[in-house]
């Protein structure tokens, strides 16, 4: 139980109230230990609408075609990232899976990568990057990375594509230079991605609960540090749906502390959170 002093009076029934919308509308599963975490995000959402208490505050939260209910999900969602994180699986893309897909899809001369969960969209261009190193427009083939998350706020800086040099950490100076441009006057201290990589990519607002607006067939998905959120048979509801639009025998990424052991049987462990789809 915390002890800090609370400027507004955040009871137990509060935090089931608000726990169980989450879980209901994102899948996401909050323990009693982010209960301090959840107060201090969401007074700021308070002093926002004006509201001065959580009783009120839990009622404007059962219209969710509120405009608040946006702000709310935002707000609890937690967006960790960074350029090149779990960067083994940056190397198995590079140098085991896009060999593969490319083999199997040289007809087409077409790929599709899904990034779900991209926050504000560092994966995604670290993803991109790859691509395009293994890949380059030279060779003729269509490729394009589909980058999803619930929280609107991180798909605009992902969309946007410009950070805070001191944030673009793992980048090596080689991608450095290749991939982004230093901003000059005001904006000395910041970094924009490449347009090149930017025009494979399409952000979209995606609950991943809800019904997928495309059929696939997806050739790789990155799903990291999503899932460990959900409970289990949200995870197995979820992997399933990620199955039935992943081509035969494609991979599949997920966080450094997520598995698939007793979650699902449409996919094979090939390798530490790196997964391939067998039905």
């Known amino acids: 139980m915390s002890l800090v ?6 009871t137990q029934q509060h935090f089931n109230h608000i726990r169980d919308i989450v879980t209901e509308h ?14 201090s995000r969401l007074v ?7 509201l ?30 960074s350029f090149f994180r ?27 990568v899904w990034s779900a969960g991209c926050s504000t969209g560092m994966e995604t261009y670290s993803i991109a990057m790859v691509l395009k190193e293994v890949i380059p427009d030279s060779l003729g083939w269509d490729v394009k990375i589909l980058a999803t998350d619930l929280d609107t706020n991180v798909l605009e800086t992902a969309s946007n594509g410009i950070y805070k040099e001191d ?17 000059r006057g005001e904006n ?37 540090n999503v899932v460990i959120y959900f409970d289990k048979p949200t995870q197995r509801i979820l992997f399933d749906k ?24 449409r996919y094979k462990l090939i390798r530490n959170t790196v997964y391939k789809k067998v039905s």
């Open 5 to 10: 002093k609370k400027e507004f009076k955040f």
């Open 26 to 39: 994102s899948g996401i599963v909050l323990s009693d230990a982010k209960r301090d975490m959840v107060y």
């Open 44 to 50: 700021r959402r308070l002093r926002k609408t004006g």
């Open 52 to 81: 001065t208490n959580f009783d009120d505050y839990c009622n404007l939260l059962e219209d969710q075609n509120h405009e608040e209910f946006t702000h709310f999900s935002n707000a609890i969602t937690t967006n960790l990232t």
């Open 86 to 112: 779990e960067n083994h699986h940056f190397d198995m893309l590079a140098e085991t899976a896009l060999p593969e897909i490319m083999a199997r899809n040289k007809t087409t001369k077409k790929i599709r």
């Open 167 to 183: 944030s673009v950490t793992g980048v090596t100076d080689v991608r450095m230079s290749r991939w982004f441009m230093k901003g």
């Open 188 to 224: 000395s201290d910041k970094l924009k991605v490449s347009k090149e990589l930017r025009d494979i990519i399409t952000y979209n607002q995606l609950n991943l609960l809800n019904p997928f607006p495309f059929s696939g067939p997806i050739d790789i998905i990155f799903c990291r």
């Open 242 to 265: 990620f199955a039935n639009i992943h081509a035969h025998d494609s991979y599949l990424f997920i966080g450094h502390s997520e598995t698939l052991y007793n979650v699902t049987e």
